[in-house]
């Protein structure tokens, strides 16, 4: 929805490192077509690269208004709103949409399942649940769905880490610890 000119141009601003610039000409796109997803997505990414959160926000925001199962926005958004604390309940709703709704809908699975090709979103949900709002509860049913959709080792190690760390505080010292060498 860019163009290839747009693109081959972006993409050399990138691999330069030029930022600013590929900004600049994915805004000039956007203006001339508010409904290119992927160059608000690619500009949601280098605000957010840029540390403007504001600005990157925003982006995802006008992304998932045009695409409401697009994961990578629906799971960056949330992070943006989880990581000041300051919109815990929009974080929580954005990672539980990425981690089961937006997936099932995007590729016609069941709602409420979750995509093994893409554990991130639901590694993120279990961690806002065990830091941010202290729902040990569901922490560790999400870490245990994590860990029954058998996922990449990154996402294994955080699920088998949650858990052991809830463990451990809930007085179970050995136990937690199994977990972490697992």
Known sequence: NMGPAYELLVSIYL???????AARELETVIAKNPKADRALMSLALIEEKQNDFPKARDAYEKVLQLNTAL???????????????HQLASARELARQAATDAPAKACSRPRGTVDPAYPGPLRFLGGLYRHHTGEWTLAQSTFERLLAIQPDPISRAVALHGIGKMTIHMGDSAKGLALFEQ
């Open 15 to 21: 691999a330069t490192n030029k930022l600013p610039e």
């Open 71 to 85: 994961v990578p926005a629906l799971n960056n958004l949330a992070y943006l709103y989880g990581d000041p604390r």
